[in-house]
Structures are given as structure tokens and as C-alpha cells.
Nanobody, 115 residues
């Protein structure tokens, strides 16, 4: 059983920053990809950012240039640095990992951006 636990969410003013963390109960080196998704009320779950086991990254168009995904294999942790936050970034942010083609999800952390 693999567990992913997110933290770092909160309430922040527009233009501010937050850094989310996702800690895995297994070595993240065994995950093909680690990703952050977000889901706002009444909206479809959206892919925010992905990082491969080799370190390649991809971002959703709405966050390019503002968010950065990174990983620390020694700490089994994936991060999402979020800068220049906007009210439309408000959502539950979920960590996702694919290990041996099996997807795992965290419980999510709430990010609320007010103007």
C-alpha cells in the first residue's frame, strides 16, 4: 500500500506564494511520474504539473511561468512552488503518483486565494 500525504495549503492574498509538499510512503524513485492536480467546486479535475522519474517537467497552460514542480528523492517528497497566485487558483490540490502503472492519490490540501 502506498500513501501520499499533501501539506502546505492555506489562505493567501492574490500575488502571494505557497509551497505544497507531497510525501510518499515509498521511494518516489519507483514512481514513473509524480503530478499535482487541482479541483475547484463544480469544475473538472485539472492537471497542474508533472515531473518524471528523470526530472522532466510539464505544466498546465494556466500555471506556466508561475508554478514549479520539483522532487527530492532522498525525502520521498514532491513539491509545488506556487508564485503570483490568483483567485482562480483556488482549489483542492491533489498529489498523484503512478507506480508500476498503478495510480495513487493523496487526500488533497486546500488552497484559497483572495483578492
Amino acid at each position: 500500500q502506498v500513501q501520499l500525504v499533501e501539506s502546505g495549503g492555506g489562505l493567501v492574498q492574490a500575488g502571494g506564494s505557497l509551497k505544497l509538499s507531497c510525501v510518499a510512503s515509498r521511494s518516489i524513485s519507483s514512481f514513473n511520474f509524480m503530478s499535482w492536480y487541482r479541483q475547484a467546486p463544480g469544475k473538472v479535475r485539472e492537471l497542474v504539473a508533472t515531473i518524471s522519474s528523470g526530472g522532466s517537467t510539464n505544466y498546465g497552460d494556466s500555471v506556466k511561468g508561475r508554478f514549479t514542480i520539483s522532487r527530492d528523492n532522498a525525502k520521498n517528497t514532491v513539491y509545488l512552488q506556487m508564485n503570483s497566485l490568483k483567485p482562480e487558483d483556488t482549489a483542492v490540490y491533489l498529489c498523484n503518483g503512478a507506480r508500476f502503472n498503478i495510480p495513487y492519490w493523496g487526500q488533497g490540501t486546500q488552497v484559497t486565494v483572495f483578492s
